[in-house]
Structures are given as C-alpha cells and as structure tokens.
DNA sequence: CTCCCGATAT
DNA sequence: ATATCAGGAG
C-alpha cells in the first residue's frame, strides 16, 4: 500500500499531466447532466455526447421524455447499448423529478439515489459536477488506477475504494482528483495497453513495474 | 451473482 | 474474436 507522501506524489504527477480534467459529459445544465450521466453506464463518453447532441435538441424537460413512447425513446438512445433498461429509467426518473421533486435536479446524493437508473456513482457525479458539492465518484477508471496503484487494496469493493480515497485526499480536492484520475485512466493508465514505458509514476506502481518486467529487451 | 447491449479498440 | 466502456437493478 501506497504511504500518503507517496499517494500525494501520484496526485500531483497526475495534475501535471492533465491540468484541464473535467467532465467530459456534454451538458448544459443539471438535468441534462442527470440524462447523460445515466445513459454513460457501460459506454464511452464519446458515444453518450454523439447520442446526447440530438436528443437535447428533442427533449428538453421530464415532461418531454414522458410525451413520447417507450419504443420511441429507445430508438433514440439505441446506438448507446443497454438502452431497454436506460430507456425506461429514463422516463421513470422524469415522473419522479416531476411527483416528487418539483421538476428539479435534487442537490442531495441520497435523494439522487432514489432515482431509477442512479447509483451512487451517478448521483456522486451529479452533486459534483453540477452542484460543487465535494465527492469522489468510482468509476471503472477510478477503480482500476486505484487499485494498480495500491491506493487501495486489490479485493476493495467500490464503496471502499470511494472511503479511501475521501480519507486519503483534502476535502476540497475530491472532486478535482476525481478526475483528473478519470483523465490519467483512460487517456494513460488505460485498461487495455497502459502506457507503463513512459509513465512517471512507474518508481511507486507496483503493478506497473511488473508489467514491465515480462517486456525487456536487455538483461 | 446475472442481466442488460451497441460501438470501438486491441 | 475478445475486452472494454464515467453502472445499476433484481
């Protein structure tokens, strides 16, 4: 496991790298944040802002998503995958803002969990993003860089690497460290191919030094 | 734990 | 061909 000192030298080397981490979830307000944060579940945000451009041109409010047919809703969210369940956690979440939440966005994560289609993650993203409200939200890149890392331990269930992580880093740096280790997992520390060769954090990732060991060239 | 699911990268 | 993608619900 990673010391703070260590864990401090990690945040600050990933700050240099991406100096402009943000969300990447086209938006232009906190509903819409809600839409596209939902439809992300299991898909890149790239093809969730291709989906969104049009379909914040269609629908605008709850009300608009509830005007219009289930199948009609699933054809304009199709290409984004899952999108039977998405599409009707969509319109359930619409009725809900609507009986329970005068239309508006709750600026509550626990509220927000009440809605269909929003997990904890979700709601993390939503109070962050759209309400400045500090909190670290665990996706899959969060996830995996924590754990290659050894911010955290291996088995840690997503809730744990969250409580790590809000006791490892300053309060007022949870939401800025959320992404720019978003930015480092998909853009560097990626999935697939991380880019161990070239990256500075290499002298205090375990993982990645084993990685490295099964490609070299000399002895 | 399984299921949902198309698009893209490897 | 297979893995992965800003997960959540049953």
Redo the contacts with the bound molecule.
Sequence with gaps: MLTLKQIRYCLDQMAEMFPDA????NHRNPFELVIA??L????????VN?VTKDLFQKYKTPEDYLAVSDEELQQDI??????????K?IRKLCQLLIDEYGGKVPQDRDEL?K?????????N?VVS?AFGIPAI?V????E?VSKRLAICKWKDSVLEVEKTLMKKVPREEWSVT??RM?FF??YHC????PQCHICPLLDVCREGKKRMKGKQIDG
């Design positions: 943000h969300c990447e979830l944060v939902a992300s579940a299991q898909c890149t945000d790239a093809l291709k199709r290409s984004i995958g899952l999108y039977r369940n998405k599409a956690n969990t809605l269909p289609g929003v997990g904890r993650k979700t709601a993203v993003v939200a996706d899959t890149h969060v995996r959320h992404h978003i997992g998909r990626k999935a697939q191919s």
